[in-house]
């Protein structure tokens, strides 16, 4: 099943085109890793596949309510336990399998600290967890081990191999090897925009994209 296909996109940031040219799929079951380098413009690619900002030309296809979107913040409740952190995340989205993404993610014996509490380590972990409860089956993430040890990166990668397995699929942005078999890689460096041409009204401010 096709959950993800990009077309003739370019996407752009701070009023600049940044990627152009760029097409891919995604179906069930497989993994796509974004590579380039710095400021090549993999998060922005990811948040317009989000839909957090629109992209500049081409068609982003997704299949309905397919997206849970990691990105480097992340957005937890920091006032709210663990448990509750991922509670309130599985009832926003209708999904559930807390007590599961708890164990996945070796937060267990964390489950009643207050989030805001947590070590960065510690919160990405619960930030990840969070992608488990909501039942999508997109997983875009930028970044996603930042912070993570090497137990945890394992870990990690165990639970995106799962989600492929049933029936999930992930997008990311990473620069380690997740280990993750038979993940297609996708250099953005060949679709880096040629002229840096102001894709935005010079008044136009990113804060309200
Ligand atoms: N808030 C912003 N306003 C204006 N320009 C930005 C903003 N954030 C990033 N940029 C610029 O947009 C371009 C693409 O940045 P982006 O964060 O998408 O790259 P990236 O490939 O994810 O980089 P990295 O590997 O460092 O995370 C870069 O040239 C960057 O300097």
């Not at 069930?28 to 413009?41: D, K, M, S, T």
């Not at 448990?83 to 014996?109: K, P, Q």
């Not at 909501?134 to 799962?162: N, Q």
Request: charged residues 20%; hydrophobic residues 50%.
């Amino acid at each position: 099943m096709r959950l993800l296909a990009a077309e003739g996109l370019a996407v752009s940031r701070g009023g600049l085109r940044v990627i152009e040219g760029l097409g891919f799929t995604l179906d069930a079951g497989e993994a796509l890793v974004l590579r380039g380098p710095n400021g090549i413009g993999k998060t922005t690619l990811l948040r317009c596949i989000a839909g957090l900002q629109p992209p500049a030309a081409g068609s982003i296809v997704l299949a309905e309510d397919a997206v849970a979107y990691a990105a480097h913040a992340d957005g937890i409740k920091p006032a709210l336990s663990v448990a509750e952190n991922l509670a309130f995340w599985a009832r926003v989205f209708g999904g559930t399998g807390a007590a599961a993404a708890l164990r996945a993610m070796d937060l267990e014996a964390l489950a009643d600290r207050p989030a805001g509490a947590l070590s960065a380590g510690q919160k990405r972990r619960l930030g990840l967890a969070r992608l488990m409860v909501t039942g999508r089956p997109l997983w875009v993430l930028d970044e996603p081990t930042v912070s993570l040890d090497a137990a945890s990166t394992l870990r990690f990668a165990e639970v995106v191999r799962a989600h492929l397995d049933g029936g999930g699929a992930a997008l990311m942005a990473t620069h380690i090897e997740l280990g993750i078999a038979g993940a297609r890689a996708l250099d953005l460096t060949p679709y880096r925009a040629s002229g840096a041409a102001p894709a935005r009204p010079h008044s136009f401010n990113e804060a309200f994209a």
